[in-house]
């Protein structure tokens, strides 16, 4: 298993050895340090421990878990404009 850091010790890469169940994560991060997309063995991660994700490029649009689901809306400038939980806009 190696681990590899970047800037502020932000994880960026971790390769998992001798596993393709685990296989190669990259992360990238947005500017408030919140990880924005994660790849696993080169492909975005699109399910996780039950969650399902939709991606719009590097930008998540919608995450879902169960009968679970928030939305994301991002202005021409990449940045988040709003949230929805169900029906209500965070």
């Known amino acids: ?7 502020g010790n ?8 001798g596993s393709s169940l685990y296989g ?3 992360y ?18 699109l399910s996780y421990r039950g969650s399902t994700f939709v ?3 590097r930008q998540l649009t919608q995450a879902t878990k169960g009968s ?6 991002y202005g021409v400038n990449g940045m988040r404009l709003q949230k929805t939980y169900a029906t209500s806009k965070i």
């Open 55 to 57: 991606w719009d490029g």
């Open 28 to 45: 990238t991060y947005g500017e408030n340090s919140a990880v924005k997309t994660v790849k696993v063995n080169g492909s975005t991660l």
């Open 10 to 17: 932000r994880l960026e890469r971790a390769v998992y050895d």
């Open 1 to 7: 298993m190696s681990y590899t850091y970047g800037t």
């Open 24 to 26: 190669d994560y990259v």
């Open 68 to 73: 679970e689901t928030m939305s994301y809306v």
